[in-house]
């Protein structure tokens, strides 16, 4: 079987399976498809591939690439949808007035995202690129970006995955779901065979619009925090 080249750098790129050789012919140990080459990496080489990733058209707008931040044996990991204006300037998720809000509401539950201790977290996003004017993620580029944010949980082993917005619920539960049917309930995701608990929640940018449901958000977190105290 010959496969056209462009059409096999496309499988390649989107994690579909193994590039076919010109010669009709697949190396299983040599030909990786790009999902299996990042579920290898270790963190460095994994920052580096995020750093340099040209996979979709956000490589192209973007200023920085928005790797994550925290500890890297946390117990609890928390998940955004996309880097924003600031994130995209800084590389660092979660900042301006939605991190500050954040970093409160983890103050609150006695967590912070510095450290290396057991009240340390991680932030990841499921985007590494700011898509521009803030527009939803496209499905296609939350499919290039998934093993990265995989493998993010793979090397971690949180307890628990908070899960912020509905497109990173959605994303990560493989669901079209509202965010209200998918709170006040623990998920449960397989990475690399391993059970992870997800937690759902509201954006911290949701909530500085909708002052309301802060207290949604705070029984989100203690039924996170019930989870890691379980585990």
């Not at 939350?142 to 497109?167: N, T």
């Not at 949604?216 to 105290?229: I, M, N, P």
Request: with cysteine; net charge positive; charged share 25%.
């Amino acid at each position: 079987m010959t496969l056209d080249p462009r059409r096999a750098r496309l499988w390649s790129a989107l994690g579909l399976g193994p590039v076919w050789s010109l010669r009709g012919s697949v190396d299983s140990a040599v030909e990786l498809t790009r999902a299996d080459r990042i579920a290898r990496m270790d963190w460095d080489a994994l920052e580096r591939a995020v750093a340099g990733c040209t996979a979709c058209e956000l490589s192209r707008t973007r200023h920085r690439t928005v790797f994550g931040v925290g500890h890297r044996a946390a117990e609890w990991m928390l998940v955004g949808e996309a880097p924003g204006a600031e994130e995209d300037a800084r590389g660092e998720p979660f900042v301006g007035q939605a991190g500050r809000l954040l970093d409160n509401m983890l103050d609150a539950v006695g967590l912070t995202r510095g450290g290396t201790t057991a009240r340390s977290v991680y932030i990841a996003n499921v985007l590494k690129c700011r898509p521009p004017g803030n527009r939803n993620p496209e499905p296609g580029e939350v499919a290039l970006c998934d093993p990265f944010l995989k493998r993010q949980i793979e090397l971690i082993k949180p307890k628990i995955v908070l899960v912020m917005g509905r497109f990173a619920a959605q994303s990560l539960l493989g669901t079209d779901a509202s965010i209200a049917s998918l709170r006040g309930k623990v998920h449960r995701i397989d990475v690399a065979g391993r059970s992870v608990a997800v937690v759902v929640t509201y954006h911290p940018a949701y909530l500085l619009r909708n002052l309301a449901d802060k207290a949604k958000s705070w029984a989100d977190l203690c039924l996170a925090g019930e989870v890691v105290a379980a585990a």
